[in-house]
């Protein structure tokens, strides 16, 4: 583990979105966030994860209470299919985006990308928070 350092939005509806400049924030700022770097991808407190190389697919598995794969890239015109291998429910929540889906034990479920920005985004479960994954949209 090292320390590392990340830009993210604040103050608008893209908050957790990667950026480089407060431009790329709809109204909002973009500041650095000091963290800690984890299990491979560059995490930190307070900021959103970011990888190297992103898996390029469109189907996200929620089994073991994570997210695989932990970082994904797709289009903005794709749509994600959510996959639930677990018996417990899980949401897939874009931060920064209207992307909030609830998807029973057992289900699937699908997450349209349709307008959403290309950036990096962070992805959570809203009733697991240690579940998280990174999605890069292009």
Known sequence: MGACGIKT??????????CQTSAECGGGTCTASV????????????????CDQPTKQTEVDMENMAFTPACISATSNDTLN???????????????????????GGQTATAPLTGIAPGTYSVTCQFHPQMTETLQVT
């Open 35 to 50: 963290g800690v770097c984890a299990q491979g991808t560059l995490s930190c407190d307070g900021g959103a994860p970011t």
């Open 82 to 104: 959510l996959v639930n291998k677990d018996s417990a429910a899980h949401t897939f929540t874009v931060k920064g985006t209207s992307i909030n889906v609830s998807i029973d």
């Open 9 to 18: 939005c604040l103050g608008s509806a893209l908050k957790g979105k990667i």
